[in-house]
């Protein structure tokens, strides 16, 4: 009797342990199967973004292209190309104390820059930053510039007394008005309209320079807008202050944008009296730049049919700091949903539109532990995703790559674009090659090292290593600050009293 219970209990024992081994089996098959689904939506994502050299010369003439059609006429592209009215920029001569204002968003910063000429170029600079109040984000224009002139007067008032301007002179003031305006001259441009968060209706169709002037004469404030900018043209001015060579600046950061130095005899669409020095600076707008050669995916187009500006700006929604993060949340929720990347459950944080920022994938994309810790501290962090393991962890970090890859290589080639409508891409038969410097500036440039590197390798890869080694990316600091003091020096009303 004990034999057989014996006998039966071993063969119970054995096809438990059968059924044990068989649900492990099946459970390991259903892993690497959604492993594998996983592996295939990353592998599709990465052939829609690839961006061989082919097709970023394709991109590259495409944007020459669209930058003769956007000087031709007005709407005649989608770069808006456009006229500056900066048609002087500063050269290193420029003397005296000049101010700035820059304002872009929920923080204004007001600058003081004394300049000493050639020899000694920037003698001091201060600033200070002020903090808008919500309420004047969305009253009405005087009381938004009322309180911006009081605080510019509080700030003239801590001058030094060797700091003061000529005696009879004016302060002169460098503006920078980060919003979207329709530029009338170099002091004038009205607003088209607001956006990050402000809203004041009667600003809308106005003059911005008149408004703070009206404001700065009420409070008695003798000052005057010499030059309305935007951060990339601060940029260019900041660069070829210091850079003679520099012909266009760049920002690559939560937004992008270029601007560069174009003959006025080559813009159709201008009808005044041809500047002085022959030049006129052109902002692009370039983040409105679209191509049927850019390589597009369902999550861009997914992203952009749900931004708040569908069928706009798709060059930057493929490049810049707002919106890389965002395509690596897209393209793990996909994965997570089809391919339960992230176990049997979706990740409720995974589902939150621009949760994963572009400084955060940064910091996982550049994790050089062995275990990659830092993916794993990022993803707990900010998506509540714990437990992942080490090969997981590595698909997030080629993710990444791929994501930041598309957005350097398609940067480097828009910068080619420029060149090729410069004549600058290319060695002229028995010509001493000239230097062609590019000045950029930006967060994601500055500190998304993967990023820049990959940017200027991919540069080097399109025009050829001859060509190379006279174009040169040079980070041009505060374009927004310095670069409006800057202009609004090299657009002094007292030039030409100073010309001998």
């Not at 510019?152 to 001058?159: D, H, I």
């Not at 813009?267 to 983040?287: D, R, T």
Request: glycine fraction near 10%; aromatic fraction near 6%.
């Amino acid at each position: 009797m004990g034999k057989k219970v014996a006998v039966v209990l071993c063969a119970a024992a054995v096809a438990v342990a059968a059924t044990g081994a068989a649900v492990l089996v099946r459970r390991q098959m259903k892993r690497s199967g959604k492993w594998a689904k996983a592996m295939a939506i990353l592998k599709e994502f990465e052939d829609k973004s690839v961006s061989p050299i082919g097709k970023l010369r394709q991109v590259a003439d495409a944007m020459t292209v669209e930058m003769h059609a956007g000087l031709a006429s007005e709407g005649g592209s989608k770069l808006k190309m456009l006229i500056s009215y900066v048609d002087n920029l500063p050269n290193g001569d420029e003397q005296g104390l000049f101010y700035a204002l820059d304002l872009g968003g929920t923080n204004f910063r007001v600058l003081r820059v004394k300049l000493g000429g050639k020899e000694k170029a920037v003698v001091s600079q201060e600033f200070e930053e002020v903090s808008i109040p919500p309420h004047l984000m969305i009253g009405s224009s005087e009381a938004l510039f009322d309180y911006i002139a009081a605080a510019l007067a509080k700030f003239v008032a801590t001058e030094d007394e060797g700091s003061h301007p000529y005696p009879g002179r004016q302060r002169e003031l460098g503006f920078t008005f980060s919003f979207p305006v329709r530029q009338t001259s170099i002091s004038s441009g009205s607003l088209i309209k607001w956006t990050k968060g402000f809203s004041i209706e009667d600003a809308v169709g106005e003059d911005v320079v008149g408004e703070l002037t009206k404001a700065m004469e009420k409070i008695g404030l003798h000052m005057r807008v010499t030059a309305l900018v935007n951060d990339t043209i601060g940029t260019l001015a900041g660069g070829r202050y210091y850079n003679s060579d520099v012909i266009a600046a760049v920002i690559l950061g939560t937004g992008t944008n270029a601007a560069y130095v174009e003959r006025a005899q080559a813009i159709p669409k201008w009808h005044g009296p041809l500047p002085k020095s022959g030049e006129m600076v052109i902002n692009m707008e370039w983040g409105n730049f679209r191509s049927s050669h850019l390589p597009l995916t369902e999550y861009d187009h997914a992203l952009d049919s749900e931004s708040l500006n569908p069928g706009e700006q798709i060059f930057e929604k493929i490049i810049s700091g707002m919106y890389l993060g965002e395509i690596v949340r897209r393209v793990l929720l996909k994965m997570a949903e089809e391919a339960s990347f992230f176990g049997d459950n979706v990740p409720p944080k995974l589902r939150i539109p621009f949760i994963l920022r572009t400084p955060d994938m940064s910091t996982m994309h550049h994790d050089t532990s062995s275990d990659l810790k830092v993916v794993g501290n990022k993803l707990r962090d900010i998506l509540e995703i714990s437990n992942t393991t080490l090969k997981m962890r590595k698909v997030v970090v080629e993710l990444c790559d791929i994501v930041a890859t598309r957005g350097a290589r398609l940067s480097a080639a828009g910068i080619v674009g420029i060149l090729k409508k410069l004549g600058r891409d290319s060695a002229k038969e028995g010509a001493e090659q000239q230097k062609s410097v590019v000045a950029l500036d930006g967060g994601l440039f500055e500190h998304y090292t993967k990023f820049s590197a990959c940017m200027e390798s991919t540069l080097k890869e399109l025009i050829g290593e001859e060509i190379a080694q006279n174009i040169v990316i040079e980070h041009s600091n505060d374009g927004s600050g310095i670069g409006a003091a800057l202009l609004a020096a090299s657009h002094s009303q007292y030039l030409e009293a100073e010309e001998p």
